[in-house]
């Protein structure tokens, strides 16, 4: 890959400036206010960034290490000059690009469908659960926990198949007019119109076949191609 240079700071490719930066966000625990000479740091990568105007705002006061609402990874939070506060993907700086349409029309569909997900997963501890609270994973028969465990689609019904094909039936082309525009805190857009969600909703209900993997084991099989 192409060298990039970040203000001053030089690197032999994207990889390596997402090291260091990861590298500067798993130094400080969430909550931490990070200081000089990783503030600058952080600062001068602020400008490659695809939304970097929005992201300043009223002018940055401070970076901070903290969780977003819903996630349990830290990421860079700005805080601004006039108290409002956004997070700051580094990924996406370093990258100097958000994700394409289709993916944040997928991450719209997969936020529209993800209560019916978290709905089974606590249906299959209640009705499947051993005498310690777990279940065998689909995939290797391994009992899991609710904390040790994702929802998966099982193939060939996967999610992305899912919605590849209710886009294509529905003469959907992703163009960001069906998503919620970025903003402040805002970690997953959202489908926009009401009825879409729920047509989405009613068919992903009648085609998906759901199960409960063991998150390793699911991150292992999405590194060699599946897709859930």
Known sequence: MPAIDIGPLAFRSNAAAKDHYRAILHAYPVGAVIPEPHASQLLWLLDRHPEAADKRGAGVARFRVDKPPKGKHPCFWIDRVDGSA????FRWAIDGKGPSRLMEMRQAMREAINGDA???????????????????????????????????????????????????????????????????????????????????????????????????????????????
């Open 118 to 228: 978290m709905a089974f997963r606590r249906r299959f501890f209640e009705e499947h659960a051993d005498t310690d609270g777990r279940v065998p994973c689909a995939l290797t028969g391994v009992p899991v926990s609710p904390s040790e465990c994702h929802v998966d689609h099982a193939p060939p019904h996967t999610f992305v198949a899912l919605a590849t094909a209710f886009l294509a039936e529905r003469r959907i082309s992703p163009d960001g007019s069906h998503v919620t525009a970025p903003a402040d805190n805002q970690f997953v857009p959202k489908l926009v119109d009401a009825a879409l969600a729920a047509d989405w909703q009613a068919y992903h209900r009648a085609r998906a076949k759901l199960r409960v993997v063991e998150k390793d084991a699911h991150l292992r099989q999405g590194r060699v191609g599946s897709e859930r």
């Open 86 to 89: 956004t997070d700051f993907s």
